[in-house]
Structures are given as structure tokens and as C-alpha cells.
């Protein structure tokens, strides 16, 4: 399976894990552009995704969060016709710059309900549905 630039950052060992091996991923990301809300206790911050997968999100952001921080996050997806919010608790497992070099944070999913699964799942399949533009 092709490893993903995107999401093989952890802290600035790109491509590998913890442990110094290469990383794995078992869902691809896919790019979206979803509003996010981000919450650590009390303090609430709002950003934009810049891809996501079953599994994490890469969230555009240039307020740090410490690697391991456990947060709230509630996304709006574009399904089309609808644009459901879905909150999910999430862990930030690394922070720097993606492979289109915006800088943030990447999260892991913690949990999710079904209903959230779903939405996520739709609102993916509809990215992977898209025409792919040219590179000209």
C-alpha cells in the first residue's frame, strides 16, 4: 500500500512512526476543506481541514496544540444537498507542515458514533467522487 506524505509526519520524522519504522496508513485522506471547530477545555478555536480519512483529520491551524493533547472537534461536511456537523473526540498525534505545506496539526480520531461514521463516510466517497483535475 503507497504510503502518503500527508499524514507519515510525526513530529519531524517524516514517514515514520514512533518506534523509527515506516508508517502505515489503512485509510487514505483524501483533500477537504471542511470549517472546524477545535476544543481543549474551555478554550475554542475554529480552522479549516485540509484533508481527512475514516481514521484523522489534518487541520490548518496556527494555534499550537501540544502532540498528545486530547480534543473536541466538531466538523461541518458538504454533503451537497445537506451539511451535517459531526463531533468526534480526537487526539493531535502531530504538528508542522503537510506535503502542500500548510502548517497544523494532525488528529486521530478517538471514537465516533454511527450516525457520524456515516456522514464522514458520504461526505469522503463524494471527494472520491469528483472529477480529478489536470496538472496543466
Known sequence: EPMN???TTIGSRPGLNRSGHPRRQLHQRVPAD???FHAV???VG???TRNISETGVFIQTKEAVDIGTELLLELFLDLGDEVPSITA???VVWQG??????SGMGCRFLA???GAKVALRKAIDRIRS????SAA
Not at 130 to 133: A, E
Request: glycine share 8%; hydrophobic share 30%; proline share 11%.
Open 5 to 7: 506524505e500527508t499524514t
Open 34 to 36: 471542511f470549517p472546524v
Open 41 to 43: 477545555g474551555n478554550k
Open 46 to 48: 475554529c480552522a479549516y
Open 89 to 91: 473526540p480526537a487526539r
Open 97 to 102: 507542515s503537510d506535503a502542500s505545506g500548510f
Open 112 to 114: 465516533m458514533d454511527v
Open 130 to 133: 469528483r472529477p480529478q483535475r
